[in-house]
């Protein structure tokens, strides 16, 4: 099963475009992350204010998708680098 996936050509195609398109804008996964990161934090105090389970789990979830993307990215700056 997992030879058929390393031979497809939709994701090889995939794949190329975007390291192609990451090499171009190297930081954009950073800035993603940051965005988010700031984004939980506005949700947190929202929470603190006006306490619902909702928000917490928005606070979570944007949160750590914001750190993995800017963990993420500053692990591809080098490679994805001159």
Do not use: C, N
Not at 18 to 46: D, E, M, N, T
Not at 65 to 74: D, K, R
């Amino acid at each position: 099963m997992l030879k058929r996936i390393d031979r497809s050509p939709a994701l090889s195609r995939l794949i190329e475009s975007l390291s192609a398109g990451l090499a171009r804008k190297r930081g954009l996964p950073i800035v993603f992350g940051v965005l988010l990161i700031a984004i939980s934090f506005v949700v947190q105090l929202i929470d603190y204010a006006a306490p619902a389970p909702a928000l917490d789990l928005v606070w979570t979830i944007t949160h750590h998708i914001g750190l993995l993307f800017a963990l993420i990215g500053i692990m591809l700056v080098e490679p994805l680098g001159k």
